[in-house]
């Protein structure tokens, strides 16, 4: 095909998807998946296998003849259950009937909350470094992501004074996930009422994401964003069962909100989705009914692994910020000489290791690499001796 025609072809893409750059974390992930002995400390994906009881659900209802669409909102019985969760964990109600969606992992939530909120030139303050769709979903939906950066001095918890400095009067929504992707911080109960005060102060939508809600460590608890005073109405909550209870394949998240919001996604995802699996929906309701113990379980083996990269890391020279939630190391690299792209392309050419630059995360990330200990403890020590060998050989010049 000749260039100027593949030009031609370009220019009848919509200019929405055209302004988005290709994810960060696919693009390394897709390299190595080419390469031999490869450790990965790349995508966020746990290494368990999801517990027994929910794959037995789910063999059930298929054995049971369970493959029929459900309602648009979800098997009444998963909505229920997802409401005695938020009941009984963060004192905070929600009706099963009107103010829980039932979406296709997190991802469609997400997107389902920035198309039924956002009108074209929408303004949404993203705390940076954060996970990479959030830009992306916003500039599909139209609207405009404005970066706030999140300082390590202050852990990467978002301060209300530099949400401030970015405010407009074209700002609609906050769109706020912790504990964090890619950096492991969380924000404790007095971080969050100054957040919401600033929310309700500009008349702000808080989109809060909490996939790592059940992932805290050292004694640390999530805050439930949409449990603080005056918050549940203006906050569309996301959360699924991707990390907490290894069902990253099965595509299974819901959101929280009030009816208006709930009922406008549902609107989107009735035309679009349709109804998440009814399959997925059956291991869902045996996770929350039945897997708490194998959850804290998997939780403990994170706690594990944390502590060992952590102090490996800090030990070889690369400073680390503790991280306290999710699954997620974000170390600076700058003492290497390296930009977060050239130190993992050089590592993962060298050492066979994979970790994610810093920078797909947010400009703020650069100067850091996003490592995941989601996997094995051999792996680990494995990785972290592959690059401190890196460290000692391969200095820039």
């Known amino acids: 095909m000749e260039t100027n025609e593949k030009e031609n072809w370009n220019r009848r893409l919509s200019a929405g998807v055209q302004a988005i750059p290709p994810s960060g974390i696919r693009k ?79 991802s469609e939530a997400m997107d389902l909350a920035m198309r039924a909120l956002l009108k074209p030139g929408d303004e949404v303050l993203i705390p940076e470094p954060c996970y990479v769709s959030y830009a992306a979903c916003t500039t599909l939906a139209g609207g405009v992501p404005v970066p706030v950066p999140a300082k ?35 924000m404790t109960r007095d971080d969050l009422l100054g957040i919401a005060d600033f929310a309700e102060k ?26 603080l005073p005056g918050m549940k109405d203006r906050t569309i909550l996301l959360n699924g069962f991707s990390k907490a209870y290894a069902m990253t394949g099965w595509r299974i998240g819901y ?24 399959t997925a929906q059956l291991g869902a309701i ?22 060992l990269i952590y102090d490996g890391l800090t030990k070889m020279g690369l400073p680390c910020f503790e991280p306290k939630g999710a699954f997620y190391i974000f170390p600076d690299i700058t003492p290497t000489g390296y930009t977060s792209d050239e130190f993992a392309n050089a590592l993962l050419k060298t050492e066979h290791v994979a970790v994610i630059p810093g920078n797909a995360f947010g400009a703020c990330g650069e100067g850091h690499v996003r490592c995941s200990y989601a996997t094995s403890i051999d792996k680990i020590s494995e990785a972290l001796t592959r690059i401190e060998h890196f460290l000692t050989h391969h200095k820039k010049k």
Not at 67 to 92: F, K
Not at 172 to 177: A, D, H, N, S
Not at 286 to 300: D, G, I, N, S, T
Request: net charge negative; with cysteine.
């Open 202 to 227: 500009h008349d702000l939508i808080v989109i809060s994401d909490e996939i790592y809600g059940a992932l805290t460590y050292g004694g640390e608890k999530h805050v439930c964003f949409s449990s």
């Open 152 to 186: 390590l001095e202050n852990e990467f918890r978002i301060q209300p004074e530099e949400l401030e400095e970015k405010l407009t009067p074209k700002t609609k929504i906050l769109l706020i996930g912790y504990p964090n992707n890619p950096t492991g911080a969380i």
């Open 28 to 106: 390394f992930f897709d390299i190595a998946a080419q390469m031999e002995d490869v450790i990965s400390l790349g995508v966020g994906e746990p290494d368990f296998v999801t517990p027994w009881p929910i794959r037995e659900a789910c063999v059930y209802g298929l054995e049971q003849g369970y493959t029929s669409y459900t309602a648009n909102r979800g098997l009444i019985e998963l909505r229920q259950e997802i409401a005695n969760l938020y009941h009984n964990q963060y004192q905070v109600d929600y009706d099963p009937a009107a103010e829980i969606l039932t979406t296709v992992g997190v």
């Open 255 to 278: 959101a929280l909100g009030n009816p208006t919001f709930i009922a406008a996604m549902n609107k989107i995802h009735q035309y679009t989705m349709l109804c998440a699996p009814v």
């Open 286 to 307: 045996e996770a929350l009914r039945h897997c708490e113990k194998p959850m804290k379980k998997m939780v403990r083996e994170y706690d594990r692994r944390r502590r």
